[in-house]
Nanobody, 126 residues
Framework: QLVESGGGSVQAGGSLRLSCDAS????????MGWSRQTPGKEREGVAA???????DYSDSVKGRFTVSKDMTKNTIHLQMNDLKPDDTGMYYC???????????????????????WGQGTQVTVS
């Protein structure tokens, strides 16, 4: 139900734009967001945008990443600028009723099967 795209390899300081295609129902009814995971580390909430279009960001990406909705295409985007090697990881799109949980404990949500999750797209910054 959620399909990510736009990952790739980029040098530090570069930019990437991730996209997540969602069904009409998921898009309008849920908090949508992005989390990322690096081997050996817990999944980290990166950015989320609620049904009222309010957005939240982790401190590590604030000022560099922007999450947005394209209502005409039922798609959310994550514009990532000034990328750093620490931004490397698998990025997952998610839809859930709880924006706070998506940002603070995304691994817990997915482990319990709460919400909807994409398969992930790899971002590598060197």
């Amino acid at each position: 139900q959620l399909v990510e795209s736009g990952g790739g390899s980029v040098q530090a300081g570069g930019s990437l734009r991730l996209s997540c295609d969602a069904s009409r129902y998921t898009f309008s009814a849920y908090c949508m967001g992005w989390s990322r995971q690096t081997p050996g580390k817990e999944r980290e909430g990166v950015a989320a945008i609620d049904s009222d279009d309010s957005a939240d960001y982790s401190d590590s990406v604030k000022g560099r990443f922007t999450v947005s909705k394209d209502m005409t295409k039922n798609t959310i985007h994550l514009q990532m600028n000034d990328l750093k090697p620490d931004d490397t990881g698998m990025y997952y799109c998610a839809a859930t009723s709880d924006c706070l949980a998506l940002m603070t404990n995304p691994g817990y949500l997915e482990a319990l099967g709460i919400g909807y999750w994409g398969q992930g797209t790899q971002v590598t910054v060197s």
